[in-house]
């Protein structure tokens, strides 16, 4: 079955940088996108991009531009996120999310990861 | 940069219907958008209910239903269950990107 499986809470100090895994299971890893969506303490969600497993294609919102990458590991599956120049408005659980072949489609997605940014 | 529009909260009655909307600043919703829908319970991630408009998951109840409705993106619920309280988020591919509305409060009272 499709699985996406996320690392564990990080805690961080402003300044730094997180990097999030995202470990995909039970489907082609490089026929899929992974979408990275973030929401902070009682809000709603925030789009932050979408990564294509296949040829690296990359389409980051312009509110993180300069600062978010994705990347991936094939051999394991994993697309990760990294977010640099932390401050407290990015404390939030992060979630990533899957990208069928079919535009507009995304289905499954991770459990999240709490990220704390604090002093 | 697109805002979206959703309504705060709204309020349904158990075996009653309701239709929450997804607005975008930009103008009328189309089926370009690909307007996508999730659920999402307290203390809990989301949950994919509707993709591109009206497109149900194999796992999405049959009382939920997607459309566009007066311009917007519309998700219906038809015969509300206690379950089905929860916050709904819709998504809509804008320029070339996506973007979240600020999300449904559902309460089945």
């Known amino acids: 079955q499709v699985q996406l499986v996320q690392s564990g809470a990080e805690v961080k100090n402003p300044g730094a940088s997180v990097k999030v895994s995202c470990k995909a299971s039970?489907?082609?890893?490089?026929?899929?996108?992974i979408h990275w969506v973030r929401q902070a303490p009682g809000q709603g969600l925030e789009y932050m991009g979408w990564?294509?497993?296949?040829?690296?294609?990359?389409k980051y919102s312009q509110d993180f531009q300069g600062r978010l990458v994705f990347t991936r590991d094939t051999s394991a599956t994993t697309v990760y996120m990294e977010l640099s120049s932390l401050t407290s408005e990015d404390t939030a659980v992060y979630y990533c999310?899957?990208?069928?072949?079919?535009?507009?489609?995304?289905?499954?997605w991770g459990q999240g990861t709490p990220v704390t940014v604090s002093s | 940069q697109t805002v979206v529009t959703q309504e705060p909260s709204v309020t349904v009655s158990p075996g009653g219907t309701v239709t929450l909307t997804c607005a975008s600043s930009?103008?009328?919703?189309?089926?370009?958008?690909?307007a996508n829908w999730f659920q999402q319970k307290h203390g809990q991630g989301p949950r994919a209910l509707i993709y591109?408009?009206?497109n149900k998951h194999p796992w999405t109840p049959a009382r939920f239903s997607g459309s566009l409705l007066g311009g917007k993106a519309a998700l219906t619920l038809s015969g509300v269950q206690p379950d089905d309280e929860a916050d709904y988020h819709c998504?809509?591919?804008?320029?070339?990107?996506?973007?979240f509305g600020g999300g449904t409060k559902l309460t089945v009272l």
């Open positions: 591109s408009t009206s």
């Open positions: 999310a899957r990208q069928t072949p079919t535009l507009g489609h995304l289905d499954y």
């Open positions: 990564f294509t497993a296949g040829n690296d294609g990359t």
């Open positions: 930009t103008g009328a919703v189309t089926s370009n958008y690909y």
């Open positions: 998504l809509l591919s804008c320029s070339g990107s996506w973007v």
């Open positions: 039970g489907y082609t890893f490089t026929g899929y996108g």
